[in-house]
């Protein structure tokens, strides 16, 4: 059997380059399958790539304009230069399948293999009301992956599987008490990660940095703080005006981004954070329990649609984004703290809305859609 060939792709947002990623990952852990990230140069999902050492084609294009204007001119004259690239791209390296995770990346080589007609492709989509790619090129996907039953609604595709999330490997395999051995963490303590998706949250930060002093020496939560790259300066800033003595604060790591998110939510058993789907289904995995604060500016409003699914199910406590300051957040936390048993429900009804295999189930999926169409 000749060696068959995977394009990927999705980039732009975590949402969309971690679910690839995962996908990735473990297609080219076979080595009968030769992997091509497809994505934007300009964009995280290139910058992960190289860490990883994947073979990457770039495709330069943005997200559409709303309005019709000069801007919307030159965005489909660059969305025509990205899909002449991709047209290049399938007739070079001819691939089996392409597996596409939404998002603007991913629309050029999408178009593409429409305009072929002969290359196959399968979607994922992670969230409760799928994006406009998703919704757009479902109808001539071969498959279409969905992280939520509901998703269906905005589906028209007789194949779709609802699958969860991939996420990677590791979310199945490391315990709570590792990952926190690995942080130099004792097991014992009660450990609050808060997190505002892979581009910070500016209300999240401003909100946490007020209390984390009180958080960490009147109550000894041990606090990991994800700032995002953009806010970290003005985070250490207030900081440094608020606490002087934060850096020497062993209950206290602040950092930009880590590189290392899975050992950081499988550590913890409070995470605040946005409510993105991959962000959820990690949380899900990690036996954690969730205090959402949905981005209200996302959009379709998918991560509130996401959020209040979760607090349908009891699995998480919700909290507005206009709502969310230092008291608020602060009410909640001693709350938790001082009540061990609310924890651990959480943690339960959370960790019940998990789907562990989803990542086994989405390459079977893109193994039969290769094998069938290859």
């Not at 949402?15 to 690839?20: E, N």
């Not at 590189?259 to 949380?283: F, H, N, Q």
């Amino acid at each position: 059997m000749s060696k068959r060939t995977f394009f990927i792709t999705g980039g732009g947002t975590g949402g969309h380059i971690y679910p690839a990623i995962a996908v990735a990952d473990e297609l080219i852990a076979n080595q009968d399958y030769t992997v091509y990230y497809v994505g934007n140069p300009d964009n995280l999902e290139y910058s992960i790539a190289q860490r990883k050492g994947y073979n990457f084609l770039p495709v330069h294009v943005t997200g559409m304009p709303r309005k019709l204007s000069i801007e919307f001119i030159f965005w489909g004259i660059q969305l025509c230069f990205a899909v002449l690239k991709s047209l290049i791209y399938l007739y070079k390296y001819k691939p089996d399948a392409i597996f596409g995770t939404g998002g603007y990346v991913s629309a050029p080589v999408l178009m593409a293999a429409l305009i072929t007609g002969k290359t196959s492709y399968m979607l994922h989509d992670c969230d409760m009301q799928p994006g406009i790619v998703t919704r757009v090129f479902a109808r001539k996907a071969d498959c279409v992956s969905l992280a939520f039953e509901r998703a269906k609604d905005f589906i028209k595709n007789d194949y779709c599987y609802i699958n969860g999330n991939p996420i990677r490997p590791e979310f199945k395999t490391l315990t709570k008490d590792e990952a926190k051995k690995s942080l130099d963490i004792n097991p014992d303590r009660l450990v609050l990660c808060v997190m505002g998706g892979s581009q910070g949250s500016v209300t999240i930060d401003n909100a946490f940095v007020e209390i984390i002093k009180e958080l960490s020496q009147k109550y000894k939560f041990r606090i990991i703080f994800q700032t995002g790259k953009k806010n970290y300066a003005g985070v250490i800033n207030r900081l440094s005006k608020l606490y002087h003595d934060y850096a020497v604060d062993r209950n206290i790591t602040i950092r930009p981004y880590f590189d290392d998110m899975i050992t950081v939510v499988k550590a913890s058993d409070i995470v605040i954070s946005r409510a993105g789907s991959l962000s959820l289904s990690e949380i899900f995995a990690s036996d954690a329990a969730p205090i959402l604060i949905p981005y209200p500016h996302a959009a379709a409003d998918h991560q509130r649609k996401n959020a209040k699914f979760v607090l349908e199910n009891d699995a998480c406590i919700y909290l507005e984004d206009e709502d969310t300051d230092p008291n608020s957040l602060l009410e909640i936390l001693i709350d938790l703290k001082n009540n061990p048993d609310k924890v651990e429900m959480l943690k339960q009804k959370s960790a019940k809305l998990a789907r562990i295999n989803a990542l086994q189930d989405i390459i079977k999926q893109i193994e039969r859609t290769a094998q069938y169409y290859g």
